[in-house]
């Protein structure tokens, strides 16, 4: 089960990979259209469009993914005889996080820093930079890190409650999570102010079930992991119905809508889309998966890839939208190309920084 782990986080890191590369997909085909001739409500309906829905559709459960995992290793490090996890473990884990966190974050405000000092582009008050410290809006991605230090921070009181009854921290837990997507319905339909507020999603609360979950299967992996393998078909039968009823229920949505540029929102669907995902993925652990050895070592290192992917990303965006904009009207081949920056990008700059006198200060630089 371990070993899957590492796996399961390799592939939701690639799966990070693809939904910023299809979101620049998106940008192209729709914000970008003008720059190579197109009109926007031309382009919805299109192969690209519906590729780039697919995408967008498949990898809505990595970030779930993500946190139950740290969630199953936070439980795996507590002695059974321990009534819950130290905190000198959870400033140990909080550390690890925050230090390369505010190094990528510090290196993206020097970035801003010198767009507005010599290309006219926007500049932060203290307050505003604070702000974006605190809830990871640097970056788009970033909001993950404040996300998962919330939930190191609760993981005490979690892992004695899933010590304690596993049972009612499950059904507290989903039920809440469940709640806060119930109130995002308004604001993604259109109607009156909506709800999104309640839970931005650098808050425990937008995602509250998957670290405490991971923490229970950990508890009692032995037993739910022969109910996993007895169900793993079931489970993958699911996971592949609500992915289709997941993206017609998106298209619906916008059609209601009338905004065919919709920003994604995790559903209640997606919930139970993600649950299938993760759960058949333990199901099969024993089956052998394609290039398991390449996952596990990008399951190793995907915090660090998560922290510099998206620069790269960016800055490459930026410079085809400038300099080749008619690349733009490929966006197929415009999202290929983000794909390999993407992940081509971090992993030359971990073997770079692993071969030479930063070495010492790896862990520090890319978790």
Excluded at 171 to 187: D, G, K
Excluded at 203 to 223: C, D, E
Excluded at 235 to 257: C, F, K, N, T
Aim: some cysteine; glycine content about 8%.
């Amino acid at each position: 089960m371990i070993k899957r782990l590492l796996s399961l986080n390799g592939v939701s890191i690639l799966c990070v990979i693809l939904f910023h590369a299809e979101g620049w997909g998106m940008v192209a085909l729709l914000a970008w259209a003008d720059r190579y001739g197109a009109v926007p409500a031309e382009q919805v309906g299109t192969v690209s469009y519906f590729v780039f829905r697919a995408i967008e559709q498949l990898i809505v459960f990595c970030i779930p993914a993500f946190l139950f995992v740290s969630g199953f290793f936070m439980a795996f490090a507590t002695a059974r005889n321990q009534k819950t996890v130290g905190w000198r473990l959870v400033g140990i884990r909080v550390r690890d996080l925050i230090i390369p966190y505010a190094l990528w974050t510090l290196l993206i405000w020097l970035l801003f820093f010198l767009e507005a000092r010599f290309l006219g582009g926007d500049s932060f008050t203290l307050r505003e930079y604070m702000h974006m410290f605190l809830t990871g809006g640097t970056d788009p991605a970033y909001y993950y890190v404040p996300l998962l230090i919330q939930f190191l921070l609760l993981s005490p009181l979690l892992v004695y409650w899933a010590k304690v009854h596993p049972i009612s921290l499950v059904i507290v837990t989903a039920v809440m999570q469940l709640l806060m997507q119930v109130l995002y319905y308004p604001s993604l339909l259109g109607i009156g102010n909506g709800s999104i507020g309640y839970a931005p999603k650098w808050l425990f609360l937008a995602r509250i079930l998957w670290f405490p979950l991971g923490i229970v299967v950990s508890l009692h992996v032995k037993s739910i992991q022969a109910w996993l393998v007895r169900h793993k078909r079931g489970l993958l039968i699911s996971a592949l119905v609500l992915y289709v009823l997941g993206i017609m229920e998106w298209e619906v949505m916008q059609s209601i809508s009338g905004q065919p540029g919709l920003q994604h929102q995790e559903t209640i669907l997606d919930t139970i889309f993600s649950l299938a995902v993760i759960f058949a993925f333990l199901g099969y652990y024993q089956t052998k998966l394609p290039y398991a050895h390449l996952l596990d070592d990008l399951g190793s290192k995907s915090f660090g890839i998560y922290l510099t992917h998206t620069i790269a990303m960016t800055y490459t965006a930026r410079i085809v939208a400038t300099q080749w904009p008619g690349l733009l009207a490929y966006q197929l081949l415009f999202f290929g190309l983000m794909v390999v920056v993407g992940l081509t990008t971090p992993l030359l700059l971990m073997a770079v920084v692993n071969r030479s006198p930063l070495r010492p200060y790896y862990k520090y630089i890319f978790g």
